[in-house]
């Protein structure tokens, strides 16, 4: 036990010993075509934390997922897509925003998701070894569990790496100000910590591919 964790404060130290050295590139993608999406408000505010901790971020809103349903064997023609899947490719890590659907994640997200199908053949496939930082708002908290747990089972089917922390919002709650920012301190914590997250999984895989 005491050499699993020397050997965690290893990796963490290692990690730091690499943050300027070799920044790293956290994508977030997701929240709703809705204004003022509390989806997208969390993906915000979870990736200036990534932001905080030295990663560079970029992020892809509803807007820039709103692709023509995926199409296999036909390749991604639409621009939007073709940007999508540039920026995946580029990032070490990503969070992943949806609203609860009935239950699920947004058909808007999913197929998103379904077009990282065209990077199967890639020499990195999928979301291979990338850390996941999964996020929900929905307006009760049962469908923001099974969401989150859906989730999470599709970012491993993409073999990504789900962050040990996922984070439920109850959007009934209103926990974000008109300007965005986040009105629940415990909140805001859990998304901070999210990002943290992200950005410590990333910085331990590229020092342990350099190794
Ligand atoms: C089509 C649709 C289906 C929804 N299904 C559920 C649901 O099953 N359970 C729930 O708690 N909220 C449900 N909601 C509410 C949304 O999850 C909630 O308002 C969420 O915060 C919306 O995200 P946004 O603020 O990013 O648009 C649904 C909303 C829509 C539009």
């Known amino acids: 036990m005491t050499n699993l964790l020397s050997s965690a404060a290893s990796v963490r130290q290692r990690a730091t010993a690499n943050e300027s050295a070799e920044p790293v590139t956290v994508v977030g993608i997701g929240g709703t075509l809705r204004p003022g999406s509390s989806s997208e408000q969390a993906l915000r505010v979870t990736l200036a934390a990534a932001a905080e901790r030295g990663a560079a971020t970029e992020i892809l809103t509803a807007r820039d997922l709103n692709f023509p349903m995926y199409d296999p064997g036909n ?6 897509a073709v940007r999508f899947l540039g920026a995946v490719r580029r990032a070490d890590a990503l969070i992943i925003a949806t609203p609860g659907y009935h239950g699920g994640t947004s058909g808007l997200l999913k197929n998103a998701l379904d077009y990282l199908q065209e990077l199967a053949a890639d020499p990195v496939p999928y979301l291979d070894g990338k850390a996941v930082g999964c996020l929900v708002t929905a307006s009760g908290w049962q469908a923001g569990g099974t969401t989150l747990t859906s989730m999470r089972a599709i970012v491993h089917s993409l073999r ?19 300007d965005g920012t986040v009105t629940d301190a415990k909140l805001g914590r859990q998304l901070a910590t999210l990002g943290e997250q992200v950005v410590t999984f990333a910085r331990a895989q590229l020092v342990a591919a350099a190794s």
Request: aromatic content about 8%; overall charge negative.
């Open 160 to 178: 990504g790496w789900p962050t040990p922390l996922g984070v439920v919002i109850n959007s009934s709650d209103k926990p974000f100000g008109p």
């Open 75 to 80: 390749g991604p023609v639409d621009a939007a």
